[in-house]
């Protein structure tokens, strides 16, 4: 095959061997290279994600413009396109969507959410987890997606006593199922427009691969919370969570199409699995039992006002044999316990293998002696978790989320987006470049550099919901001070991710547009039925650097479809599985672990995050393959058609 396209009248025209290098091995090795730094950086020697996504965009401008040959001028060009792409498209909806918990942390309504769970729930952790974590975080992805699932659900987490670090860690590993259709099924859409395939058979088939791992996401992410005994106490709850949510998803994504999957998946799971665990109650509660922060990393987010015993949820640092006179101790000297647990975080334990510092579950569940007897009484559990809240408290402290529900879904449906956007043509770089990876196909082969500004798109609603939720605040006695103090924090709390989105997005832009991406998927594509296997792993690498789907699909979507053409594998399962295995790189794509750590409070550890978390991740994109193979091969019958729906 000639990789090297013979056309002229164009600024570059992307090798995917480029000159120097030898063969298409080599040119797949050196592309990774900016990746594989950026990864080297944070995980082994832990500098900060700002920092380690600078060295990268700095690598890959001196890969791109001597090695692949590519003209300054453009370089700077596809950088600057992914600065706006990702300040607008990215950072402004998490921006709006830390706000909108800001304002409810703010005005002390977080403190009934919490007491409306406890009071209606059982008091436990392992549970909240899963309503949090999985449920509330799938609905949070459904409506608007890009990291504000992370960055909303891991302080929801720690403001009921979870350790930062397991409330981010577990965020980032339940935020993969419900990806694929998030921000309203935009990802699978965009699939759709790259690829020319039609939507309903992308859509159905997403939705006959994501519910064979979401329907024990619970159980598996529970085991690594609370261990073997955790998952003796919990798995009726975590199944029904996972089969409501699974099942759901693929009914809506097989018959209705890619816009609500998550959003009826999952309201369906949170409402199923509140009124189950209204008739049932996992044992050992008592043992798991929440209580608010009596410190909080960084001062994000205050200790609310009620506090409980203390807090159960042993630190992934922590020894699992902590005795209770410890305990006791640490709490009477508050200070000291909090000095000690950010030395902790600070100081990842050196004596344990990497196994355990990976895998580290949280201790099993102690003898009921070793803990204050649960309340047996109406009177106790308010005299420990504050009273039941009133209806209207309970109307006010679950409106943010309704309330941008709402906004999102009715903005979207009703195409406000499209009011007022304007296509704006990429001075200097549109049409400039060709891309040889689809010398094939010349409709394709040609860049166009142009970006949809959207003011009036899914951010926007998000602000609307703020300004909404605010003005009910205000209306029931909140100052209107509030909001400039939201805002403040958020900007206190986001800056630095912010930053370091920016950068690692226009880097991701400058592979892109250089060719560098493409010389990565074909490189894959060459091995020939190994590709099966290998495609989600495209994915993966686009969303581990774009922190997005919806760009993991630009990106490679057409590539994919074209590499199955020619190697005979089915398209819509091969297109389909570059959006399955992107979702699972969101748990260490540098977007949503920055966003993460910046608001629980672990600012500058995202390399120790991503350590506990790249093994899922890979374990993840693993599985999905193999799923792959198996329905390429063993099961073709699962596979629509792609006139499915039309």
């Known amino acids: 095959m000639t990789w090297v396209a013979n056309v002229t009248g164009y600024a570059f025209v992307q090798p995917v061997v480029p000159a120097v290098l030898p063969n298409l091995g080599a040119s797949f090795v050196v ?60 950072c402004w909806i998490v921006f709006n969507a830390m ?11 977080f403190d009934g959410f919490r007491r409306s769970l406890v009071h209606f729930v059982p008091n436990d952790k392992r549970v909240y987890l899963i309503l949090i974590g999985f449920c509330l975080g799938a609905l949070i992805e459904g409506i608007a997606g890009f990291g504000s699932t992370i960055a909303i659900c891991s302080s929801m987490l720690v403001n009921l006593g979870f350790e ?8 980032l590993i339940f935020d993969t199922t419900p990806v694929a259709f998030g921000a309203l099924g935009v990802p699978i859409t965009t699939l759709a427009a790259v690829t020319g395939l039609p939507t309903m058979p992308l859509s159905a088939m997403q939705g006959r691969q994501l519910p064979f791992i979401g329907f024990f996401l619970p159980l598996y992410v529970q085991f690594f919370y609370s261990g073997w005994s955790g998952i003796r106490d919990t798995w009726p709850v975590c199944l029904v969570s996972g089969v409501s949510f699974s099942a759901l998803e693929f009914a809506v994504s097989n018959y209705l199409g890619p816009q609500l999957p998550d959003v009826i998946g999952s309201l369906g799971s949170l409402i199923i699995t509140m009124l189950f665990l209204r008739v049932w109650n996992p044992p050992n509660s008592h043992l798991w039992r929440a209580s608010p922060p009596i410190h909080h990393h960084q001062g994000v987010v205050e200790v609310l006002a009620h506090s409980g015993p203390g807090d159960n949820d042993v630190p992934l640092e922590t020894d699992p044999e902590t005795t209770t006179a410890e305990a006791e101790a640490a709490a009477a000297k508050p200070e ?49 978790f504050g009273a039941r809240p009133t209806l209207l408290q309970t109307v006010l402290a679950w409106a943010p989320w309704v309330l941008v529900a709402a906004w999102v879904i009715g903005w979207t449906e009703a195409g406000v987006p499209a009011m007022h956007q304007d296509v704006i043509t990429w001075y200097g770089l549109d049409r400039q470049i060709y891309i040889s990876a689809y010398d094939s196909t010349p409709s394709a082969a040609v860049y166009a550099a142009k970006y949809t ?33 939201a805002y403040i924090d ?105 966003t993460g750590v910046t608001t629980v409070g672990l600012v500058a550890k995202e390399g120790y995050v991503i350590r506990k978390t790249l093994p899922h991740s ?29």
């Open 99 to 109: 706000a909108l918990f800001n304002i409810a942390v703010h005005a002390g309504h």
């Open 164 to 171: 930062p670090l397991h409330a981010l860690t577990f965020s």
């Open 490 to 594: 958020t900007v206190r709390q986001l800056y630095l991710a912010i930053f370091t989105v920016v950068v690692i997005i226009g880097m991701a832009y400058v592979l892109n547009y250089s060719g560098m991406a493409y010389s990565l998927g074909l490189g894959l594509s060459s091995l020939g039925s190994a590709f099966a296997f290998l495609s989600p792993f495209l994915g993966w690498i686009a969303c581990f650097l774009s922190g997005s789907d919806t760009s993991s699909n630009t990106l490679f979507g057409n590539l994919q479809k074209l590499a199955a053409q020619t190697i005979g594998l089915n398209r819509v399962l091969i297109c389909v599985a570059n959006s399955t295995g992107a979702v699972m790189a969101k748990m260490v794509s540098i977007q949503n672990v920055t």
């Open 336 to 384: 000291e316990a909090a000095a000690s647990t950010t030395a902790a975080v600070a100081e990842p334990e050196k004596k344990k293998s990497l196994f355990t510092t990976v895998f580290a579950s949280a201790p099993p569940s102690r003898p009921d002696n070793d803990l204050p007897p649960p309340p047996q009484t109406l009177e106790e559990l308010e005299a420990l």
């Open 453 to 485: 500004w959207q003011p009036l798109g899914t951010g926007t609603a998000i602000l609307c919901a703020v300004l909404t939720t605010w003005l009910l605040y205000c209306a029931t006695g909140s100052k209107p001070v509030l909001i400039v103090r």
């Open 31 to 90: 592309a990774l290279l900016p990746v594989l730094l950026v990864l080297v950086l944070l995980g082994v020697f832990h500098l900060p994600a700002w920092l380690s996504a600078c060295s990268g965009l700095v690598l890959a401008f001196i890969i791109a413009i001597p090695v692949w040959g590519m003209p300054a001028r453009l370089a700077f060009y596809s950088f600057g396109i992914g600065v706006v792409f990702a300040s607008w498209n990215v």
């Open 618 to 646: 890979l374990f993840f994109v693993c599985l999905v393959g193999t799923i792959v193979c198996i329905q390429q091969w063993g099961t073709p019958g699962i596979i629509p058609s792609e006139t499915f729906g039309v």
